[in-house]
């Protein structure tokens, strides 16, 4: 059974840093592509950022280029989002979830309907 916990969320102060996990179980994670998509209050879940099997690909929304970096350890069976320079529209809660193949535009253009195993969330507030 699939399995993904996210983790790493919290209150943080415009400009600050905070650093999301995904733990898998379940599964051999270098498999599988990983997907972090984010919902705000009244909004649709969007895709943040997506990264291959072997971490030799990734895919960014643009409203994140340059402030987050997704990266792997498939040993560790867990995927980060480094999320600086963070601000108040960044607040939302942040999932992860998982499918088999990657896409250049897995995330940039993506609501998430082709993943799975979703997480739970984990809540982002980005205040003052």
């Known amino acids: 059974q699939l399995q993904l916990v996210e983790s790493g969320g919290g209150l943080v102060q415009p400009g600050g840093s905070l650093r999301l996990s995904c733990a898998a179980s379940?599964?051999?994670?270098?498999?599988?592509?990983i997907g972090w998509f984010r919902q705000a209050p009244g909004k649709e879940r969007e895709g943040v950022s997506c990264?291959?099997?072997?971490?030799?690909?990734?895919n960014y929304a643009d409203s994140v280029k340059g402030r987050f970096t997704i990266s792997r350890d498939n040993a560790k069976k867990t995927v980060y989002l480094q999320m600086n320079n963070l601000n108040p529209d960044h607040t939302a809660v942040y999932y992860c979830?998982?499918?088999?193949?990657?896409?250049?535009?897995?995330?940039?253009?993506?609501?998430?309907?082709?993943?799975?195993?979703w997480g739970q969330g984990t809540q982002v507030t980005v205040s003052s």
């Open positions: 990264i291959n099997n072997s971490g030799s690909s990734t």
């Open positions: 979830a998982a499918r088999s193949y990657f896409t250049p535009l897995c995330a940039a253009r993506s609501l998430g309907s082709s993943f799975g195993s």
């Open positions: 379940g599964f051999n994670l270098d498999s599988y592509t």
